[in-house]
C-alpha cells in the first residue's frame, strides 16, 4: 500500500490518497492450476520419450493387412457364424475388400444370404526388436524384417531358411541341403491348418457333402 498526496491548486483542499497495489506473496502457495497444468504437461512430454526410445530400440507394434500367414495371423476378414453348426470361421478379404463365398470349416455349408457375417482388421502383434540380439532365429518361428527396396514396408513371414542353407520345394515339402525339413510335434501342431472338424455335423441331416 503506497500513500501520497495529488499535485494540486493553491485553491483546492488537500486531500489524502491511497493507492494499492497487488503484488505476489512470494512466501504464499502456487495456484493450483498453474501447478496441475505443468504437471499434466511434464508428464505427457516424459510419456512421449518414453513411447519413442521404446518403439526405436525395445518394441513396436504392427498390424497384419493381408492373409498370407492365414490361419496363425488373420489379415482384413470377414467373420460368420454358420448357420448349420454354428461354428464360427474367418473368411480372407482383398484389397478391394472382396472375399469368396464362405464354407464352413466344420460341416461343409455354403455361406447364404442371411448368413451372419462381421468384416474385422487384421490382427495386432507387437515385435520385439531385441530378442534375436541373445539368440538366433529358429526354423519355423514368425519374424518380421523391413523390405530392402522400401525399408517403410514391414513383411510379416515364417523363417524357413537358415544363414548357409540351400531351400528347395519338392513335391510340396521344404527341402533343406537335399533333405525334407521335418517338423516336430510342437511344429507340426503350430502349423497345422483345419481342413474338416468331424466333431461337428450340422444341425440339419444329412451334412454337406465332403
Same mark, same amino acid.
Given at each position: 500500500?503506497?500513500?501520497?498526496?495529488?499535485?494540486?491548486?493553491? @485553491?483546492?483542499? #488537500?486531500?489524502?490518497?491511497?493507492?494499492?497495489?497487488?503484488? *505476489?506473496? *512470494?512466501?504464499?502457495?502456487?495456484?493450483?492450476?498453474?501447478? &496441475?497444468?505443468?504437471?499434466?504437461?511434464?508428464?505427457?512430454?516424459?510419456?512421449?520419450?518414453?513411447?519413442?526410445? =521404446?518403439?526405436?530400440?525395445?518394441?513396436?507394434?504392427?498390424?497384419? !493387412?493381408?492373409?498370407?500367414?492365414?490361419?496363425?495371423? #488373420?489379415?482384413?476378414?470377414?467373420?460368420?457364424?454358420?448357420?448349420?453348426?454354428?461354428? @464360427?470361421?474367418?473368411?480372407?478379404?482383398?484389397?478391394?475388400?472382396?472375399?469368396?463365398?464362405? /464354407?464352413? *470349416?466344420?460341416?461343409?455349408? +455354403?455361406?447364404? !444370404?442371411?448368413?451372419?457375417?462381421?468384416?474385422?482388421?487384421?490382427?495386432? =502383434?507387437? =515385435?520385439?526388436?531385441?530378442?534375436?540380439?541373445?539368440?538366433?532365429?529358429?526354423?519355423?518361428?514368425?519374424?518380421?524384417?523391413?523390405?530392402?527396396?522400401?525399408? +517403410?514396408?514391414?513383411?510379416?513371414?515364417?523363417?524357413?531358411?537358415?544363414?548357409?542353407?540351400? /531351400?528347395? #520345394?519338392?513335391?510340396?515339402?521344404?527341402?533343406?541341403?537335399?533333405?525334407?525339413?521335418?517338423?516336430?510335434?510342437?511344429?507340426?501342431?503350430? #502349423?497345422?491348418?483345419? =481342413?474338416?472338424?468331424?466333431? &461337428?455335423?450340422?444341425?440339419?441331416? !444329412?451334412?454337406?457333402?465332403?
Amino acid at each position: 500500500m503506497v500513500l501520497g498526496t495529488p499535485a494540486t491548486s493553491e @485553491s483546492a483542499p #488537500l486531500a489524502l490518497v491511497a493507492v494499492v497495489e497487488e503484488t *505476489p506473496d *512470494p512466501g504464499g502457495e502456487p495456484d493450483p492450476r498453474s501447478s &496441475g497444468a505443468r504437471r499434466m504437461i511434464e508428464a505427457l512430454i516424459a510419456l512421449g520419450l518414453c513411447i519413442l526410445i =521404446v518403439r526405436t530400440f525395445v518394441a513396436e507394434a504392427y498390424v497384419v !493387412p493381408t492373409g498370407s500367414m492365414t490361419p496363425t495371423l #488373420l489379415g482384413r476378414h470377414r467373420e460368420l457364424a454358420c448357420l448349420s453348426c454354428g461354428a @464360427s470361421f474367418a473368411v480372407g478379404l482383398d484389397e478391394a475388400d472382396e472375399s469368396a463365398r464362405g /464354407i464352413c *470349416p466344420r460341416c461343409g455349408e +455354403r455361406e447364404g !444370404p442371411t448368413t451372419p457375417s462381421l468384416t474385422r482388421g487384421g490382427d495386432r =502383434v507387437l =515385435v520385439q526388436k531385441l530378442f534375436h540380439e541373445f539368440r538366433p532365429p529358429k526354423r519355423w518361428e514368425i519374424a518380421v524384417f523391413r523390405f530392402p527396396e522400401d525399408p +517403410r514396408q514391414a513383411y510379416v513371414k515364417r523363417v524357413v531358411g537358415l544363414p548357409g542353407d540351400s /531351400i528347395g #520345394l519338392v513335391d510340396g515339402d521344404v527341402v533343406v541341403d537335399g533333405e525334407i525339413a521335418r517338423k516336430s510335434l510342437a511344429d507340426f501342431q503350430a #502349423l497345422r491348418i483345419l =481342413v474338416h472338424d468331424s466333431a &461337428g455335423t450340422g444341425r440339419d441331416w !444329412p451334412v454337406a457333402a465332403r
